[in-house]
Protein backbone atom coordinates (compact mmCIF):
# COMPACT_ATOMS: atom_id res chain seq x y z
CA UNK A 1 0.00 0.00 0.00
CA UNK A 2 1.59 3.41 -0.98
CA UNK A 3 1.59 5.92 1.93
CA UNK A 4 -0.22 9.54 1.62
CA UNK A 5 1.43 12.29 2.87
CA UNK A 6 -0.51 12.31 5.92
CA UNK A 7 0.44 8.99 6.59
CA UNK A 8 4.43 9.47 6.00
CA UNK A 9 4.20 12.44 8.64
CA UNK A 10 2.78 10.37 11.00
CA UNK A 11 5.45 7.86 10.44
CA UNK A 12 8.13 10.44 11.35
CA UNK A 13 5.86 10.74 14.52
CA UNK A 14 6.01 7.42 16.16
CA UNK A 15 3.59 8.26 19.44
CA UNK A 16 0.83 5.77 20.45
CA UNK A 17 -1.77 7.95 19.03
CA UNK A 18 -0.18 8.17 15.90
CA UNK A 19 0.53 4.33 15.50
CA UNK A 20 -3.27 3.77 16.45
CA UNK A 21 -3.88 5.89 13.42
CA UNK A 22 -1.83 4.28 11.34
CA UNK A 23 -2.88 1.21 12.08
CA UNK A 24 -6.34 1.26 11.55
CA UNK A 25 -5.57 2.23 7.68
CA UNK A 26 -4.28 -1.20 7.76
CA UNK A 27 -7.02 -2.90 9.61
CA UNK A 28 -9.98 -1.14 8.70
CA UNK A 29 -13.91 -2.23 9.87
CA UNK A 30 -14.14 -2.32 6.07
CA UNK A 31 -12.03 -5.33 6.27
CA UNK A 32 -13.39 -7.67 8.83
CA UNK A 33 -16.92 -6.74 7.09
CA UNK A 34 -15.73 -8.43 4.16
CA UNK A 35 -14.21 -11.32 5.86
CA UNK A 36 -17.43 -11.74 7.69
CA UNK A 37 -19.61 -11.39 4.31
CA UNK A 38 -17.54 -13.87 2.34
CA UNK A 39 -18.03 -16.43 5.74
CA UNK A 40 -21.91 -16.09 5.64
CA UNK A 41 -21.71 -16.49 1.81
CA UNK A 42 -19.65 -19.60 2.20
CA UNK A 43 -22.00 -20.86 5.53
CA UNK A 44 -24.99 -20.31 2.81
CA UNK A 45 -23.20 -22.11 -0.26
CA UNK A 46 -22.59 -24.92 2.41
CA UNK A 47 -25.74 -24.97 3.73
CA UNK A 48 -27.54 -25.31 0.07
CA UNK A 49 -25.34 -27.95 -1.01
CA UNK A 50 -25.71 -30.51 1.78
CA UNK A 51 -29.92 -30.35 0.95
CA UNK A 52 -30.82 -33.22 -0.59
CA UNK A 53 -34.33 -31.65 -1.59
CA UNK A 54 -35.19 -28.48 -1.03
CA UNK A 55 -38.54 -26.27 -2.07
CA UNK A 56 -39.68 -22.61 -2.51
CA UNK A 57 -41.95 -19.76 -4.08
CA UNK A 58 -40.74 -16.65 -5.46
CA UNK A 59 -41.66 -13.57 -6.46
CA UNK A 60 -39.80 -12.15 -9.88
CA UNK A 61 -39.18 -8.87 -11.22
CA UNK A 62 -37.32 -7.88 -14.36
CA UNK A 63 -36.57 -4.37 -15.47
CA UNK A 64 -35.94 -3.92 -19.01
CA UNK A 65 -35.12 -0.60 -20.70
CA UNK A 66 -37.17 0.89 -23.94
CA UNK A 67 -35.37 2.18 -27.22
CA UNK A 68 -36.41 5.66 -25.65
CA UNK A 69 -34.08 4.57 -22.15
CA UNK A 70 -37.40 4.28 -20.11
CA UNK A 71 -36.93 1.04 -17.51
CA UNK A 72 -40.51 -1.07 -17.25
CA UNK A 73 -40.99 -3.85 -15.28
CA UNK A 74 -42.09 -7.75 -15.89
CA UNK A 75 -43.51 -9.11 -12.40
CA UNK A 76 -43.93 -13.00 -12.30
CA UNK A 77 -44.68 -15.65 -9.75
CA UNK A 78 -43.78 -19.29 -9.30
CA UNK A 79 -42.51 -22.09 -7.40
CA UNK A 80 -39.50 -24.38 -7.77
CA UNK A 81 -38.93 -27.96 -6.15
CA UNK A 82 -35.58 -29.38 -6.14
CA UNK A 83 -33.81 -33.08 -5.63
CA UNK A 84 -30.24 -33.39 -5.62
CA UNK A 85 -28.12 -34.31 -8.27
CA UNK A 86 -30.16 -34.13 -11.40
CA UNK A 87 -33.71 -33.18 -10.53
CA UNK A 88 -35.56 -30.20 -10.90
CA UNK A 89 -39.30 -28.62 -11.49
CA UNK A 90 -40.22 -25.28 -11.69
CA UNK A 91 -43.23 -22.81 -12.86
CA UNK A 92 -43.58 -19.54 -13.63
CA UNK A 93 -46.90 -17.36 -14.16
CA UNK A 94 -47.11 -13.62 -15.09
CA UNK A 95 -48.59 -11.60 -17.74
CA UNK A 96 -47.12 -12.71 -20.59
CA UNK A 97 -46.08 -16.54 -19.61
CA UNK A 98 -47.19 -19.43 -17.63
CA UNK A 99 -44.78 -21.70 -18.38
CA UNK A 100 -43.59 -24.87 -16.35
CA UNK A 101 -40.91 -27.34 -16.54
CA UNK A 102 -39.90 -30.31 -15.86
CA UNK A 103 -36.18 -32.46 -15.60
CA UNK A 104 -36.11 -36.06 -14.59
CA UNK A 105 -32.17 -36.36 -14.98
CA UNK A 106 -32.04 -37.38 -18.92
CA UNK A 107 -35.21 -35.37 -20.43
CA UNK A 108 -36.18 -31.61 -19.25
CA UNK A 109 -39.66 -30.99 -20.96
CA UNK A 110 -41.42 -27.25 -21.19
CA UNK A 111 -45.08 -26.39 -20.86
CA UNK A 112 -46.08 -23.47 -22.37
CA UNK A 113 -49.63 -23.97 -20.59
CA UNK A 114 -51.22 -20.66 -22.30
CA UNK A 115 -49.89 -21.92 -25.50
CA UNK A 116 -51.25 -25.20 -24.99
CA UNK A 117 -47.65 -26.61 -26.05
CA UNK A 118 -44.78 -28.06 -24.72
CA UNK A 119 -41.43 -29.00 -26.38
CA UNK A 120 -38.60 -31.66 -24.91
CA UNK A 121 -34.94 -31.70 -24.88
CA UNK A 122 -32.65 -34.82 -24.14
CA UNK A 123 -29.77 -33.11 -21.74
CA UNK A 124 -28.55 -36.38 -19.59
CA UNK A 125 -26.63 -35.40 -16.38
CA UNK A 126 -26.82 -33.00 -13.24
CA UNK A 127 -28.16 -29.63 -12.67
CA UNK A 128 -25.15 -28.10 -12.81
CA UNK A 129 -25.03 -29.33 -16.61
CA UNK A 130 -28.45 -28.45 -16.93
CA UNK A 131 -28.09 -24.89 -16.10
CA UNK A 132 -25.11 -24.54 -17.99
CA UNK A 133 -26.83 -26.22 -21.42
CA UNK A 134 -30.32 -23.72 -20.80
CA UNK A 135 -27.95 -20.43 -20.51
CA UNK A 136 -25.77 -21.17 -22.89
CA UNK A 137 -27.43 -23.15 -25.73
CA UNK A 138 -31.18 -21.90 -25.52
CA UNK A 139 -30.77 -18.73 -23.22
CA UNK A 140 -33.20 -19.87 -20.78
CA UNK A 141 -31.89 -19.37 -17.34
CA UNK A 142 -33.32 -21.02 -14.45
CA UNK A 143 -35.39 -18.95 -11.72
CA UNK A 144 -32.33 -18.27 -9.27
CA UNK A 145 -30.14 -20.86 -11.34
CA UNK A 146 -26.70 -19.26 -9.40
CA UNK A 147 -28.11 -20.74 -5.72
CA UNK A 148 -29.34 -23.87 -7.41
CA UNK A 149 -25.73 -24.83 -8.08
CA UNK A 150 -24.16 -27.61 -5.86
CA UNK A 151 -21.29 -25.02 -5.65
CA UNK A 152 -22.85 -21.17 -4.73
CA UNK A 153 -19.94 -20.29 -3.35
CA UNK A 154 -17.27 -21.71 -6.22
CA UNK A 155 -19.17 -20.32 -8.81
CA UNK A 156 -20.08 -16.67 -8.15
CA UNK A 157 -17.10 -15.59 -5.71
CA UNK A 158 -13.89 -15.67 -8.04
CA UNK A 159 -15.73 -12.87 -10.47
CA UNK A 160 -15.59 -10.66 -7.20
CA UNK A 161 -14.19 -7.44 -7.21
CA UNK A 162 -15.90 -5.95 -3.99
CA UNK A 163 -17.49 -7.64 -0.92
CA UNK A 164 -19.64 -5.21 1.65
CA UNK A 165 -21.62 -6.32 4.65
CA UNK A 166 -24.35 -4.55 4.99
CA UNK A 167 -25.88 -5.66 8.62
CA UNK A 168 -29.23 -7.00 8.95
CA UNK A 169 -32.50 -6.78 6.81
CA UNK A 170 -35.77 -8.34 6.95
CA UNK A 171 -37.52 -9.79 3.88
CA UNK A 172 -40.84 -11.81 4.43
CA UNK A 173 -40.59 -10.93 7.71
CA UNK A 174 -37.59 -13.28 8.13
CA UNK A 175 -34.47 -11.38 9.61
CA UNK A 176 -31.66 -11.65 6.79
CA UNK A 177 -27.66 -10.60 6.58
CA UNK A 178 -27.92 -8.13 4.00
CA UNK A 179 -24.53 -8.57 1.55
CA UNK A 180 -23.65 -6.60 -1.44
CA UNK A 181 -20.68 -7.61 -4.08
CA UNK A 182 -19.14 -6.49 -7.16
CA UNK A 183 -17.95 -7.32 -10.52
CA UNK A 184 -16.78 -5.70 -13.57
CA UNK A 185 -20.18 -6.80 -15.60
CA UNK A 186 -23.15 -6.76 -12.67
CA UNK A 187 -23.30 -5.64 -8.91
CA UNK A 188 -25.77 -8.17 -6.82
CA UNK A 189 -26.78 -8.14 -3.29
CA UNK A 190 -28.29 -10.99 -1.10
CA UNK A 191 -30.19 -11.14 1.45
CA UNK A 192 -29.68 -14.81 3.81
CA UNK A 193 -31.89 -16.09 6.45
CA UNK A 194 -29.97 -16.10 10.02
CA UNK A 195 -30.16 -18.86 12.06
CA UNK A 196 -29.45 -22.63 11.25
CA UNK A 197 -30.89 -22.68 7.72
CA UNK A 198 -29.00 -20.11 6.07
CA UNK A 199 -30.78 -19.73 2.53
CA UNK A 200 -31.11 -16.83 0.45
CA UNK A 201 -34.58 -14.60 0.91
CA UNK A 202 -33.67 -12.00 -1.55
CA UNK A 203 -31.38 -12.04 -4.23
CA UNK A 204 -30.93 -8.99 -7.09
CA UNK A 205 -28.50 -8.34 -9.75
CA UNK A 206 -27.76 -4.80 -11.19
CA UNK A 207 -26.81 -4.85 -14.64
CA UNK A 208 -23.98 -2.40 -15.11
CA UNK A 209 -23.47 -2.07 -19.02
CA UNK A 210 -27.24 -1.70 -19.87
CA UNK A 211 -28.36 1.87 -20.12
CA UNK A 212 -31.15 2.10 -17.19
CA UNK A 213 -28.96 -0.60 -15.02
CA UNK A 214 -31.60 -2.75 -15.17
CA UNK A 215 -32.30 -5.03 -11.84
CA UNK A 216 -33.78 -8.50 -11.71
CA UNK A 217 -34.55 -9.62 -8.32
CA UNK A 218 -36.13 -12.49 -6.65
CA UNK A 219 -37.72 -12.89 -3.45
CA UNK A 220 -38.24 -16.56 -2.03
CA UNK A 221 -40.47 -17.19 0.63
CA UNK A 222 -41.95 -20.39 1.53
CA UNK A 223 -38.48 -22.21 2.03
CA UNK A 224 -38.59 -26.23 2.58
CA UNK A 225 -35.62 -28.20 2.90
CA UNK A 226 -35.27 -32.30 3.36
CA UNK A 227 -38.38 -34.24 4.73
CA UNK A 228 -40.47 -31.22 4.69
CA UNK A 229 -39.51 -30.06 1.07
CA UNK A 230 -42.55 -30.03 -1.54
CA UNK A 231 -41.00 -32.23 -4.21
CA UNK A 232 -43.07 -34.68 -6.42
CA UNK A 233 -41.96 -37.22 -8.94
CA UNK A 234 -40.56 -35.25 -11.39
CA UNK A 235 -42.56 -36.28 -14.00
CA UNK A 236 -44.57 -34.38 -16.74
CA UNK A 237 -47.85 -33.56 -17.03
CA UNK A 238 -48.65 -32.77 -20.78
CA UNK A 239 -51.84 -31.03 -20.88
CA UNK A 240 -54.54 -32.80 -23.23
CA UNK A 241 -54.35 -31.74 -26.93
CA UNK A 242 -51.24 -29.74 -26.84
CA UNK A 243 -49.10 -29.53 -29.77
CA UNK A 244 -45.17 -30.46 -29.41
CA UNK A 245 -42.85 -27.28 -30.61
CA UNK A 246 -38.94 -26.38 -31.10
CA UNK A 247 -38.16 -25.89 -27.47
CA UNK A 248 -36.83 -21.89 -28.81
CA UNK A 249 -40.38 -21.27 -29.51
CA UNK A 250 -41.49 -21.59 -25.95
CA UNK A 251 -41.06 -17.86 -24.83
CA UNK A 252 -42.29 -14.72 -23.70
CA UNK A 253 -44.54 -13.07 -25.99
CA UNK A 254 -44.40 -9.25 -24.64
CA UNK A 255 -46.39 -6.67 -26.84
CA UNK A 256 -45.82 -4.71 -29.81
CA UNK A 257 -45.05 -1.57 -27.17
CA UNK A 258 -42.01 -3.28 -25.55
CA UNK A 259 -39.33 -2.70 -27.57
CA UNK A 260 -36.36 -3.26 -25.94
CA UNK A 261 -33.05 -1.36 -26.25
CA UNK A 262 -30.10 -3.12 -28.14
CA UNK A 263 -30.59 -7.16 -26.99
CA UNK A 264 -31.23 -6.30 -23.02
CA UNK A 265 -33.90 -8.64 -21.85
Same mark, same amino acid.
Request: aromatic share 8%; hydrophobic share 45%.
Given at each position: ?????????????????????????????????????????????????????????????????????????????????????????????????????????????????? =?? $?? &?? %???????????? /??? @????????????????????????????????????????????????????????????????????????????????????????? =?? $?? &?? %???????????? /??? @????????????????????
Amino acid at each position: MKLSAGMKIMAAFPSMTAIAVVAGFFATPASADEQDARRIFQAMSDYLASQTAFSFNYDAALDLVTKEEQTVTLASSGTASVARPNKISASRTGGFADVAMVFDGTTLTFIGKN =AN $AY &AE %VDIPGDIDNLID /TLR @DTYHRPLPAADLLMADVNGELMPLVTDVKDLGSGVVGGVECNHLAFRTEKVDWQIWIAIGDSPYPCRYTISTKDVTGSPQYTIVISDWK =AG $AD &AA %VGDFKAVIPAGA /TKI @DPADIADKLPENFTLLGDAK
